[in-house]
Structures are given as C-alpha cells and as structure tokens.
C-alpha cells in the first residue's frame, strides 16, 4: 500500500483553470501520479468520484498519455476528505459560473 501526498494543484488565471491532483512522496516530494480534474456536465466528477458508501474514500482517474488508470484512495479521518471536498469545490465552482455566463444588455 503507498502512502503519501495529495497536493490540489489549480493553475492560470484564464477561466477555467487547470486543476491537477498530484499523489507525492510525502519525505522528497516526488510525484507518483497526477489525475486531472475537469468537471463538466457530462462529466460532474471531472477525475475523482466519491465511493457510494462512505465519505473518505475516492477514486481518481489517473492519465499518462492515452493511458488511464483508476487509484483508490481514502483519508484517514472525516475532516481531511471533508477539506479536500471542499478545495475541490472551490476549484470547480468558477470554472462551472464561467460556463453559464451569458451576455446580458
């Protein structure tokens, strides 16, 4: 089992931003795998989705290329996936305004 790191990254000042999930070693810092996350409305979950049955667990969708995989990952205690729920709704909150903009005069 790898324990580690889980940095939410958001990058650019552009709406919307990129937002990078990154799982690094927790003494170098070196990464071990990166999931993007793009929310949309075809895809809510944009790279991580909440398992049914508890509020700690997740799964990410990892990219390398054209490969994908699906990385199970879980927290330790309630408030920490309760702080990582909400950074990712503070990412996904101005990228999902900017897509309901319409000009208005």
């Known amino acids: 089992m790898w324990r580690g790191r889980l940095r939410v990254i958001e990058r650019g000042s552009d709406l919307p931003t990129e937002c990078l999930l990154n799982l690094e070693d927790k003494d170098s810092g070196e990464l071990f795998a990166q999931a993007p996350y793009k929310p949309s409305k075809q895809n809510p979950n944009g790279g991580c989705e909440a398992v049914l ?34 950074a990712l709704q503070g990412q996904s909150r101005p990228q999902l305004y900017h897509l309901s903009l319409s000009p208005w005069y």
Do not use: H, K
């Open 53 to 86: 049955d508890s509020s700690r667990y997740f799964v990410l969708t990892v990219v390398d290329g054209t490969n994908r995989a699906y990385i199970g990952m879980g927290f330790p205690e309630r408030s920490e996936a309760f702080d990582f729920n909400v």
